[in-house]
């Protein structure tokens, strides 16, 4: 069974910081485009970091700079490393593999 697990959420004050992690199973992970994506109560789920085939990454515009993403492929694991947190980043963060499978997700609360 293809399989994507995230954890590492959580509450956290504005500008504070969080690693989310992202496990996969039942797929080759290293060959893998492997992103993440957020949905916020009321908005359409946004991509804001990924992995192309190239081993390139990119960003959306709102989170370059403050969030990085990383893999281990030996662990099948992605990361999101995200700094200088907003309360706008308050969202469901899902690791996602296009048209084939999405995690469950992790929520994400910035607040004070």
């Known amino acids: 069974e293809v399989q994507l697990v995230e954890s590492g959420g959580g509450w956290v004050q504005p500008g504070g910081s969080l690693r989310l992690s992202c496990e996969g199973s039942?797929?080759?992970?290293?060959?893998?485009?492997m992103t993440w994506a957020r949905q916020a109560p009321g908005k359409e789920l946004e991509f804001l970091s990924g992995?192309?085939?190239?081993?390139?990454?990119y960003y959306l515009e709102s989170v370059r700079g403050r969030f990085t993403i990383s893999r281990d492929n030996a662990k099948n694991a992605v990361y999101l490393e995200m700094n200088r947190l907003k309360p706008e980043d308050t969202a469901v963060y899902y690791c996602?593999?296009?048209?084939?499978?999405r995690g469950r997700g992790t929520q994400v609360t910035v607040s004070s």
């Open positions: 996602d593999i296009p048209q084939l499978v």
């Open positions: 039942g797929f080759t992970f290293s060959n893998s485009i």
């Open positions: 992995f192309l085939r190239d081993g390139s990454t």
